[in-house]
Structure formats: C-alpha cells, structure tokens
C-alpha cells in the first residue's frame, strides 16, 4: 500500500481576512469526496493548479471527524501487529501542532490524545473479551530532534548531553540508543506524562507563530499483547515535524535562523528522500538527516499517513505550492504492510496489565529492542490467527473516542470502511477507492495547470517520462553534441601550454576538430576522459558525414558554444559576435535568429534582422521556455518540477530568470526548505551584490575558486570527475583573479552545475 496523503487545510486566524484566501479543496465528481487542493498560479490568477490526495480536509473539519476517518480505522490494524505512523508535514504555522497535539478542551484535542485514548479502550476491550488471558501494556517514548540532535523528552533537560542520543540501525528499524521508556497504565497517565514531557519540547515565538514547534516531536506508543507466553507487538508513532520557514519573513534572531537551518535542511533531505523513492532511485538520502533515518519513509513497514498542513492564504502561497508538490508525490511511496513477528517470551516477563499495578511503573532509559530478537520466531500468520482469537471478527469496529465531543459524531460525508478483522486480506482504503496504479500517473500525482492542461501536463512529467515520450530531435542531437565539443574544446584549452583567450579566428577546418592532444598533455589527461574524447571525435564526425556540411557544421557547433561560453562569462558582446558567426553555418535557423535579436535588443544595437529572416513571432516567456527545452542551448535549465516554477528566460532576454522569480517570492518547489541556501545563493549573486555572502557560501565558492581538485572532490556530491570537471571548466574562464565565480548563482549557471549540485555540495558544507 502507498503512504495515504491527506491535506488539511486550516481555518483562518484572527489577522487573516476571507478575501486573502487562495487554497481551496474540490472534489473530482459531483457527489464524490473531497480529494482536490486548487491553488492559483503564482504568476496567473486565471490559472489553477489541482493537486489530488487520497483524502482533503476543509477548514470547517473538526478534530473529531479528521481522527475518526484518518487514525480510528487503523487502531485495529495496531493491534493486529502491524505498525502506525502518522505523521504532519507542512510550513510553519499552518497546524501540524494543532493536528498532533490540539489543544486542551475535549473538541480540541488532537490526533495524540484521541490515539492514546482509542488504544486503552481497545486494550481493555481486549482484555475482557479474553477474560485476563491477553494483557496489554502500553509504553511511550517521546523525543525530538532538535539541531539534528535527539533528546529524550521523557528526561529533564539537565540530563541532556550536547550530542544527544546517538542512533543505531538494528533489524532494518532506525533506534534510538539509551531512549527512555514509561509505562503508561490509563490516559490519565498518559496526559501527566505528556504535558510534563511538552514543557521540555522546544518552541519559540517566530514571525509567522507565536507557538513554533523548533524541533521535530516523536512520540512512540509501544503495545504489547501478551498471551500465555506469545508475545505481539507493535508501535504508532505520531509525529509533529517541524516547519519549513522561509527567514525572510520570519524576522528570526541568529539561534531561530540556526534551529531553520537545521528544520530546513532535514526537511529538504525528506522532500529528496521523497523524490529519490517516488523517482526509483536506488539510493535514498535517509542518511543525511536523523528525522529521515527516524521516519524511514518506504522503508518501514505498516502503515503511514501524511498529513499536509495548508494554510489558507495568500501569504503562504509559494510555499503552500512547494509542500503540495513534495507530498503529492509522496503518495506513490509504497510501504509494506507486515505484521510484526509474534515472539515467545524467555524468561517469563512480569507484565503489569493495563491499569493494573504498576502500571505506571517507570522502565528506564532501556534502548527499544525489538522483540524480533528473540527465539523462536513465528510468521505473520500466527499473528493474525493470534489476533483473530483474541476478538470477534464480525463485529464492526467502532469508532471510540473516550473524548466524547459534545456534538453528535457528524463525521463528514467520507464513507469510513472498517478495517479488515484480517490483516492478510487486502485493507480498505477509508475514503472511496483511489484510482489503481496503473491510472495513478504522473499526470494524476501531479498537479494539473486546468487552463493550459497539455503544455502542464508535459511540463509535469519527470524527465524519464518526457524523454520516453519525445523522440529525440535534430535539434537535441546538435546540443548534446554542442555539449560534448564543449567538453573536447575544454579538455583542449587545458592542454594549451598557457591560458589562452576563447579564440575568435575565423573557422578552422574540420580536420583541426579530430586534432589529437598534444602528447605532453595527454598524460594529464585519464583514460577515460581520453577514451571519452575518441568516442566524441567519432561522433562529431559522424554527425558532420550525415548533415553532408563537412567541416561547417562542426565549426557552426564551435562558435555557439563560444557564444556559450562568453554569455556564462557575462559578455554579450562578445556572444552576439559569436552567434552571428554561427549563424552562416545554420542559415535560417529560427532559434539562433532569435538568439541572436534578443542579444541586439539587450545591447541597444537596432538591426535589420539577420539574413533577412524575420524572427519567430513565438516571443512569450512560455515559447522561450519550451524552445529552451530542446534547442541548442542544452543548458539544463529545463527541470521544471510539475510546472509550479516560475518561468524560465532566456538570459539575454526576459527577466527575472527562474532563479530571480523563486527568490522574490520566498520559495521554491524543489527546494523549499532549503531557504537558508536560496538567501546563500541570493546574498552573493547577481541580484544582490550588496548583501554580504553567508559563511557558508563563502566557504563554498572559496573551494571552488582554489581550483583544488581535493577540495573541490570533497564537496559533498562531487566525485573526482566532476571536481575535475569544474576546474577545468574554470581554467577554461581564465586565470583565478579574473574569472573568480563570485555567487553561487554564477556557480549554478557553469556547465554541469545544476542547481541540485550546488544545493547538495551546499547543504554538505559545515562551517
Ligand atoms: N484546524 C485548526 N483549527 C483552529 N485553529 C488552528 C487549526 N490549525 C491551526 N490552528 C491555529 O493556527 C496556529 C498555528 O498552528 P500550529 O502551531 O499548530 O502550526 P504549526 O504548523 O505546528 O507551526 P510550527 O511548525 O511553527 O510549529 C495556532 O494558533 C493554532 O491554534
């Protein structure tokens, strides 16, 4: 089964107004559930984004009905030996507190005490049913992870050590080394040990919340059914992660922006972690944050709920689109749902039942050892016929809640199936069947742009998909070869005796292309990139053979790629030669011409248009970017995510450039969470010379601009061949003084350096 993904949108607070509001939820159907969350574009009101989830709550949903339909149906599945997490995600102050926690009247309480409460009641029940012949015992361990260290919230904070408590895989589960553990006998026992263990949370006041949660909480609810000397079970764990907070409008202090950073960074390690699995990766990121390692998105068994946090209004816009596009993806992660393996006790354990004595007895500071460990281990199987004999399985399940709310339970139009009395059959999702996977695409993951549903759609795809779907064209093979000569070009330059100047010599014959190194120089050169070269050779000669132009096109190919390269060093004069240049070799060429017009335009110089073609009349920013998408350029500016981006322009032409818009707004889609790099990025870069770089940035573009291969290789996300590859990138610009990348929005824009490159190296840094 997929991780189930619910949003939840909240009501408005006191100082946001009706008007203010742009998230709505919608259903498919007429009569059918809510499972639609539309948001405008940014950039275009009259557009709408749809991003569709196995369920939508609406500001009018109570605390009670979003438990009944979402955490009641799965409290059988617990006692059946299978795991719960639940968990809420979302930008800071949009509820994921309120949610988990709630507040302290009845009708307010949250998903944690109506859990709690919901599992007493069953383990009771339980115990009756069997006449005392099955115990069940309830312990908590409650932690956050704060600084991405963890701290035992069931211990005074004097106790803590500056490391916090270290984590250790063991079984394929991630534990917490010396966590304690209280055993906890009723609910009343649970609210002392909760609200106690609350207090040594941290929070904070920011900006945006008077209440913000600076720190990820765990609570982890362990069941032990005991029966004879068969022992089951099982966890739920409800989880109140921090949120992402954009500091540019948060106004945090030095200790708010490093606690951020800290929430930022293991937020956008979760959204990689979900990219990286909903992608087909093979490697995930768990470890490069602990909330990662701890939640184990797909990797744990059970069952998972994601609950989004969305609020309502405008203000949050960017990063309201940034969180639904992380957690609609989220939906395709699949999690196994296996029951945990019944085991026999040895030696006897003395179990204090539930609410019997010593039910409050405290077990302390015991790491969780799974009983897995054991001897003696049996099947699933046995669990669930375990599970069968200790209840009824025709009775219906009901939906308990020791917290009666007033009102009658008017639980929302959603039909809420029961669980399966047998795990082993398939579960019942509690809302209306989502669509099977086969129909559950890209396409319906994603967000669909409603008015221009063709050109979203394929901006929506993963690139795997685009390129299943669209045949390779002539144009594409000039920029992957373009992109190759620039590497041979490169490798070339290094292989110069001194730092020479991009030549501006007219064109070369073609033979001068094919040209070996210089053997002196080729011993510097590894064989692979030599073979690499060879290939390359090969092929550009093959491509000049079938264009039938000989030596023409290659040298066409040489004087873009010189235009390339002045452009990234910022001279467009320059360029604009070299494009002019090209344009002989490729006459008539639509893309080149308009390169080529935008250049003149930007420079002031009024022409008459290039050899007497007139310029494509496609000049929105939207057919730029789907020129860009295939054309010469190749310049990887085409990984728009879901089409929630702002637009992309070319850089001689429209402005603001993706980067620019994303910064202005405050968010982005891929890296929302990674806003301390965003203002990294930012501080330095074009558009904000006056703002002194970050530490960290310095450090970083420092590294680079040593040209040293061990540095550089030891970024995070660099192997040797790309470190190489950015020095000789960097040779290539001139020497240290004069081509020193001064930003790292300059660092992003050097060939190779993706924007995901220069966030992973980025967030790797330590200062
Ligand atoms: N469903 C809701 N009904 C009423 N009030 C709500 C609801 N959701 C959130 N709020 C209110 O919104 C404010 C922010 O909520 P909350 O503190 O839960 O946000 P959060 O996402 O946990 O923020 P942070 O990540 O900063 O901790 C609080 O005042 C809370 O009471």
Redesign the pocket.
Known sequence: MSVRVVA?I??L?ENELEKDVIVRADRIAEGSPLTVVKIPSPKNEAEEFSFAFNSVYD?A?S?EELFTAEVAPHIKALFQGLDVTIF?Y??????????MRG?LRLA?RGVIPRLLSNVFRRGKKIMKDTNGNTTVEVALSYYEIYNDKVYDLLEPPEKRTPAGLPLREKDGKTIVVGLSERSCGDLKDFERIYLEANNNRV?AA?K??????RSHAILRVKVTQTTGDMVKESTASAI????S?DNRRTDNGKERLVESAAINKSLFVLSQCIDAISRGDKRIPYRESKMTRILSLGQNNGITIMIL?LAPVRSYHLDTLSSLNVSSRAKRIEVREIENEVVFKQPPRTNSALGGVGGGTNIQRQPLRPLANAHNVHTGALAAAAAKAAEKPDKPVKAFSVYTDKKPAAVSARPVVPATANSSQPRQPVVAPPPKRASESAADLRPSKLARPTQQHALSRPPQVQQQQVPISAAQIEAMVEKKVAEILATRTMALPTQQPVPTQPPQPQPEQAEPIPNQNQNQISEEVQRRLEALERRIENESRKDGGGSGRSEGLRFLLQARQAKECGDDAAALQFYEKALPFFPGEKKLLGKIERLRVKLGITTAKAEGDSLPERSGRKERKRRDGGGYDGDGHGDYQDGTEADVDDDEGGKPSRVKASRKKGSSSSSSSSSDLKQGASSAGHDGEDVPATPRTKKLLDIVNSRDLALIKGLHGFGAKKAQDLIDCLNFRGDEESARVASLAQLKMLPGMGSRTIERAYEGLVV
């Open positions: 939840r909240r009501p607070l500001r949903t605390q809420a979302g930008v800071t102050g949009t509820g994921k507190t309120h949610t507040g307010e929070t920011t945006l919340n008077a209440h913000s949660s109140d992660l921090a949120g907070e946090n």
